[in-house]
């Protein structure tokens, strides 16, 4: 899954045992190609379905035969590359920066797929996979790899999806990015490296360097990493165009758990956790603590960067100064008389389910 480079000489991603999610991807029910097109550049279905024949009619000889894609007519007549994009351009949607609808796609696909929060990162992470060129997406130019269209998949892990369908290769693509969240306890570092290396080659880093695993990364997956969120510092001390989600993590497990808990129920805004009193109550990731007072007692909130917030409430003694910047796990107070920690969670100031974000 290397991003495409005419002069790129990476080898192809290591297979483990782990990958079994890109051998065997779940079918996916999908719009045609016509039907997208006529969504994003409002073209007639006729013109599309020719320029598909087309395009498939060039791939690999004219190999037509993944599960996903209809095949072409035999009496379709092959374009060349040149004409193909020549093609693609009379159907611009206007917009410079997005021309086919497919940063947005991706956007969308991101969010659905993967979860709240996760789309501007995975249209970053689909920019580096494939640049949203054409020639790319339409699988008529490979990684030296062999990775093919949008997302750059794998045909020997895709074998059922038509990776040049750029809405069946993004929602194979986020899946397989959820996979490796859930493998990593949702550490996006960790699992963009795995979605270019290959997960076996990351676990095996991850365990003989520990803390340094990334050093002894490919120089192509640490710079992978590089281009599309940043170096290691904190999220929140970072600009917010780096990415889209907070201390190196993701959807699957953004916050650490709060407290030991006893015991939890879901509540009107977020989730209620039952801890024994006086025992500590931690910050779920790096942030910036402000306090105020609510009906109950004090409301610890903390910025994460990038529009998310968490808020306590429930918490007693020793609190953080206003305005002071707390790392994941640190302690930020204890667990009041009542027993019970209110987590909450926001995007943007739009309350999201803390349960699809925590860790243990």
Sequence with gaps: MDAVSPTSTSPAPSVSPYEGVRSAPAPVTQASFAAIFEKHLASARS????????????????????????????????????DVVARLKTMSTGDSADPYGWRQMARGTGE??????????????????????????????????GAEGIAQLMPQYYPNVNRADPQAALIAGAKSMDHYLGAWDGDVRKALASYNAGLGKVRQVVASHGEKWESALPLETRQYLSAIVGNMSPVFSRPSSMAAVFGGRGPGGVLTMPVDRTGSRPA???LDLFAHAGSAVRAPADG??????????????????????STLRGVDGVLPSDGATVRRGEVVGAVDTGARVALGLTLNGRAVDPIRYLLG
């Design 47 to 82: 013109e599309i379905e020719g320029v598909r024949a087309e395009i498939a009619s060039l791939r690999d000889g004219g190999a037509r035969n993944l599960a996903m894609s209809p095949r072409a007519s035999e009496s379709s007549k092959p374009m060349s590359v040149a």
């Design 112 to 145: 659905q797929v993967i979860g709240p929060g996760y789309g501007a990162i995975f249209e970053r992470q689909i920019q580096q996979e494939s640049g949203f060129a054409p020639d790319v997406v339409f699988g008529l130019r490979k990684s030296s790899a």
């Design 268 to 270: 009107a805004g977020g």
């Design 288 to 309: 910036t603590v402000r306090i105020a007072t609510g009906d109950e007692g004090p409301v610890v909130t903390i910025d994460h960067g990038n529009g998310w917030q």
